[in-house]
Nanobody, 119 residues
Framework: EVQLVESGGGSVQPGGSLRLSCEAS????????MSWVRQAPGKGFEWGSS????????CYSDSVKGRFTISRDNAKNTLYLQLSSLKTGDTGIYYC???????WGEGLWGQGTQVTVSS
């Protein structure tokens, strides 16, 4: 079955950290550019980060640069996002998807994992 499954979300206080995972199956994961996209409550989708197939090329939006780190383990078909110095504005559903800065409805997306940052 072709799918992406995110995990690792939860509730944390401002300044806290989380590590999100996205396990891929049924696709040639190691060949794909992968991204993380989030959706804050009541808002549209916001691209956060992308990584090349070889784990060397990464890029981030200004809103997460310096706080989030994207990585991948091609042997495990898994994409990661380390979230640090979390702010309340980081609250939302985090999705992994294939492609660079993917748009909703394009390519393969996971079901999302909820991240809530609140004191």
């Amino acid at each position: 079955e072709v799918q992406l499954v995110e995990s690792g979300g939860g509730s944390v206080q401002p300044g806290g950290s989380l590590r999100l995972s996205c396990e891929a199956s049924g696709i040639f994961f190691s060949r794909l550019i992968m991204s993380w996209v989030r959706q804050a409550p009541g808002k549209g989708f916001e691209w956060g980060s992308s990584i090349g197939s070889g784990d060397l090329d990464t890029c981030y939006s200004d809103s997460v640069k310096g706080r989030f780190t994207i990585s991948r383990d091609n042997a495990k078909n898994t994409l990661y996002l380390q979230l640090s110095s979390l702010k309340t504005g980081d609250t939302g559903i985090y999705y992994c998807a294939n492609g660079y800065r993917p748009k909703w409805g394009e390519g393969l997306w996971g079901q999302g994992t909820q991240v809530t940052v609140s004191s």
